[in-house]
């Protein structure tokens, strides 16, 4: 494990490499959820924990630079000091790297309004696999000055350069949060809201859902009744100016009751907020405590195709005598699925034939095989599920251009990628 200092240590351990045929697999804080971070051909690790500062933090130009190894919620902290924000918000913002990150593509809650985390990166410092240093972006919000790169390097998951400096675009707080939760007696009853709030022209900083199966699973935490008088629950949350958060939120309470929410539940003030919150932070650890072990699986759909998705998946889970527990993002058709045998343990082929009909349904909807959580080592088979042959040729090819010992993170992302 090498733990560089600053840029120039990065360059000079990746060129060692490069030199000797040794696998490089940078690393962030290892919460990625594909494997990505794992050597799986031995070599070298690139752990950027010591390249965690913030450079600059630039209030008139709204952004920062920062070094990869910054926990995501550590920017926010001190973003929040001059009345700004970083809003991606991966559910591990807390222990995540911002390097990470990036590498990823990393989405969150907040994705149904602000984006993802491409949305917000405005320029990398990247070293590549020669141990040649380049930049991309800059500080400006119009730059056309070259080709745009800096895509290229988000979400490549450590395949093609190691990410060792970012410029960030920040937004101003939001100077009022509104929550409410919403019960509801079906999913389909919950999904009516989607195109209920399209209607009337509201748009959520953030919409999650949670199945019956995760209202089981948080009973059994807090010792309350939510599955046997509800189906399926919202969270539902919007930002702006204080008179605007309190209109969309008595607007939003209407409209889950006429599409039947059993009950609705507005957050008074702070602590209000974090009750409701607890539920959807906690949901994890309520799940181990039905079940020890879940497989987990993320996938997106078009919005409009979420109750499409959902009934598929209830199919796959009554076919293979399933556990199932669905959650995630109502407002961006990313779902997470948790999946174990209801009364027996799943062996490695049947999961693997549980997760292809997962992708199956997904692509049959237009939808994507993974959604926030990368491809790494788990998916490189299932990659041309979505990606069509030429697609693959072709970052194959730039793979092969940019890293052409196969240094960077083999064996991640792309499929049959024998190291040479
Ligand atoms: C409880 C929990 C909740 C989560 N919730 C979410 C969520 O809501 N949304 C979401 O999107 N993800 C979520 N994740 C997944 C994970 O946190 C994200 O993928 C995160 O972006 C990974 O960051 P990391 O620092 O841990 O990176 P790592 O896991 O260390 O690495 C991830 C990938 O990035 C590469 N990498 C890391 N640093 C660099 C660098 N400097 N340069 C180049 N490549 C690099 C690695 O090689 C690897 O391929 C969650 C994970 C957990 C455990």
């Not at 600059?56 to 190894?69: C, F, H, K, T």
């Not at 990410?163 to 919403?182: C, D, E, H």
């Not at 702070?270 to 405590?289: F, I, M, N, Q, V």
Request: with cysteine; net charge neutral.
């Amino acid at each position: 494990v090498a733990l560089p200092q600053n840029t120039a240590e990065v360059a000079r351990i990746v060129r060692l490499a490069n030199q000797e045929n040794i696998p490089l697999v940078p690393r962030g804080a290892g919460t990625g959820l594909t494997g990505g971070a794992v050597a799986a051909h031995g070599g070298i690790v690139l752990s950027m924990e010591r390249m965690n500062q913030i450079l600059e933090l630039d209030q008139a130009n709204r952004l920062a630079v920062v070094q990869p190894g910054l926990i995501n919620g550590d920017l926010n902290r001190q973003a929040a000091k001059y009345g700004l924000f970083y809003p991606p918000d991966p559910a591990s913002v807390d222990f995540s790297t911002l390097g990470g990150n990036i590498a990823e593509n990393a989405g969150g809650m907040r994705a149904v309004k602000y984006g993802v985390t491409k949305n917000f990166v405005m320029g990398l410092e990247v070293v590549l696999a020669t141990g040649q240093i380049i930049h991309t972006g800059s500080k400006c919000v119009k730059d056309v000055v070259g080709f745009s790169l800096s895509e290229l390097f988000v979400g490549s998951e450590g395949s093609l350069g190691i990410i060792t400096q970012a410029t960030l675009r920040l937004l101003p707080l939001p100077p009022k949060q509104g929550t409410l939760m919403a019960l509801f007696p079906s999913m389909q009853k919950a999904a009516q809201i989607l195109p209920a709030m399209a209607r009337a022209h509201i748009t959520p900083s953030i919409l999650e859902f949670m199945d019956h199966q995760c209202l089981k699973a948080l009973d059994a935490k807090e010792g309350t009744s939510l599955a046997s008088r509800a189906a399926a629950l919202l969270l539902i949350e919007v930002d702006g100016q204080k008179e605007k958060v309190g209109a969309d939120l008595s607007l939003l309470a209407d409209l889950c009751r006429q599409n039947e929410a059993l009950k609705t539940d507005q957050a008074k003030n702070a602590p209000d907020r974090e009750r409701l919150w607890s539920k959807r932070r906690s949901l994890h650890a309520s799940l181990h405590l039905i079940k020890s072990r879940w497989e987990e699986e993320d996938i997106s759909v078009p919005v409009a195709q979420l109750p499409e998705m959902l009934k598929s998946l209830d199919q796959v889970a009554s076919e293979h005598n399933l556990v199932m527990a669905n959650f995630g993002h109502f407002g961006d058709g990313n779902i997470h699925i948790s999946f174990a045998g209801k009364d027996h343990d799943l062996n490695q082929s049947q999961t693997l034939a549980i997760r292809r009909e997962i992708y199956q349904a997904a692509v049959n909807l237009e939808g994507r095989i993974a959604a926030e959580h990368g491809i790494g080592l788990d998916k490189t088979d299932e990659i041309s599920w979505n990606l069509d042959h030429s697609t693959i040729e072709f970052m194959t090819r730039l793979k092969e251009f940019l890293d052409p010992v196969q240094i960077l993170n083999p064996g991640k992302v792309l499929p049959g990628r024998e190291r040479k």
